[in-house]
T-cell receptor, first 111, second 114 residues
Framework: QKEVEQDPGPLSVPEGAIVSLNCTYSNSAFQYFMWYRQYSRKGPELLMYTYSSGNKEDGRFTAQVDKSSKYISLFIRDSQPSDSATYLCAMSAQGAQKLVFGQGTRLTINP | EAGVVQSPRYKIIEKKQPVAFWCNPISGHNTLYWYRQNLGQGPELLIRYENEEAVDDSQLPKDRFSAERLKGVDSTLKIQPAELGDSAVYLC????????????FGQGTRLTVV
């Protein structure tokens, strides 16, 4: 079993829809939770990160962490075609310098 | 501020040939990472440097892969000899002392071994 599990999709939704992306993990030592966006043939770009449990909002993006369930989510409101990309969750333990990534979910927003 | 720069962007080589990738991190970033991303997968760490010291190379296949970071700035990742299974995107990232939450990635080198 992988430390971080992420549904690879692909996920296709109409423009303006609310998108929910999720990851589960098994390592209870993870304290930092990140979401990266990766456009085709580009490197991952950090979208948001959260420390420990709770919610964090940044514009149309909301990240949620539920450590009791070992489950994290990224919500995208009013989705735009420019949001079409692969979304990667990543995690790190306190004091560790290593990121553990999920498989990535390929998202397409249809105009 | 310039981002992480990698070269070449693409490389096609025959199996058993050597290949090298170069990375220039963001200025002032002491931590440098090399990740490998297979098609349809998330990146996996190969090696991490703190300045010029390799502090985590447990996932680096040392029989054919080598890396160096001279003077704690630029880094080179080498494969010799390359195998078909090495086809992947090789990503370099760097971060400040604040850790992996501030890691910035380069665009990657897409390697195809034929």
């Amino acid at each position: 079993q992988k430390e971080v599990e992420q549904d690879p999709g692909p996920l296709s939704v109409p423009e303006g829809a609310i998108v929910s992306l999720n990851c589960t993990y098994s390592n209870s030592a993870f304290q930092y939770f990140m979401w990266y966006r990766q456009y085709s043939r580009k490197g991952p770009e950090l979208l948001m990160y959260t420390y420990s449990s709770g919610n964090k909002e940044d514009g149309r993006f909301t990240a949620q962490v539920d450590k009791s369930s070992k489950y994290i989510s990224l919500f995208i409101r009013d989705s735009q075609p420019s949001d079409s990309a692969t979304y990667l969750c990543a995690m790190s333990a306190q004091g560790a310098q290593k990121l553990v990534f999920g498989q990535g979910t390929r998202l397409t927003i249809n105009p | 501020e310039a981002g992480v720069v990698q070269s070449p962007r693409y490389k096609i080589i025959e199996k058993k040939q050597p290949v090298a990738f170069w990375c220039n991190p963001i200025s002032g970033h002491n931590t440098l990472y090399w990740y490998r991303q297979n098609l349809g997968q998330g990146p996996e760490l190969l090696i991490r440097y703190e300045n010029e010291e390799a502090v985590d190379d447990s996932q680096l296949p040392k029989d054919r892969f080598s890396a160096e970071r001279l003077k704690g700035v630029d880094s080179t990742l080498k494969i010799q000899p390359a195998e078909l299974g090495d086809s992947a995107v090789y990503l370099c990232a760097s971060s400040s002392r604040r850790g992996p939450t501030e890691a910035f990635f380069g665009q990657g080198t897409r390697l195809t071994v034929v």
